[in-house]
C-alpha cells in the first residue's frame, strides 16, 4: 500500500521544529495533529505550518513551510485560531502518522518515503507522554 503524501501542495499536515530538527505530524482530520502540535509548543516547540504544508526537496532533504495565508496560526479546537510565533521553513528529520496506532512497545525503525525523501516514521504510541517524547527525539535522535 503506497502511503505517500499527495503530489500536489499545500499538504494536509502539521509540523514544529525544535533546533531546526523538523517533524511532521499527519492523519486524517481530527486525530489531534494541531493538539499535539500546540502541546509540544508548550514545551518549546516552534510551529511552522498547521493543517496545511509546503513541502520542498532541497539537496536531498525535506522542508515545511507555511501558506502565507495561514503563517504563524494555530487552530484550538474549542478556542478558536490562535497566534503563534512561527519559524518561516524547516529541515524534515521525521514523520508521526497519528492515524496508525502504535502496537509495539519498542517498535523496529521505519521509514516513509515523502516526495522522494525516506523519513524516519512514526506510528501514533497510546501514551500519555506522546509530547515529551517527540520534543525529546527532535532534540536528540533515536537510540534503538
Sequence with gaps: MDRSLPAEPPFHATCVCVADNGLLIIGP???GKSS?????MAFGAVLVADDRCVLTVHDDALYASSPETIAGRIEAR????????HSP????????DLGICETERLPVPRTRRI???????????????LAAAMMQLLKAGRYA
Excluded: F, R, V
Design 89 to 96: 521553513q524547516t529541515w524534515i528529520c521525521a514523520a508521526l
Design 78 to 85: 474549542g478556542i478558536g485560531i490562535l497566534n503563534a510565533i
Design 115 to 129: 516526495m522522494g525523501i525516506d523519513l524516519p516514521y512514526y506510528h501514533k504510541p497510546d501514551t500519555i507522554h
Design 36 to 40: 499535539l502540535a500546540l502541546e509540544m
Design 29 to 31: 482530520s481530527g486525530s
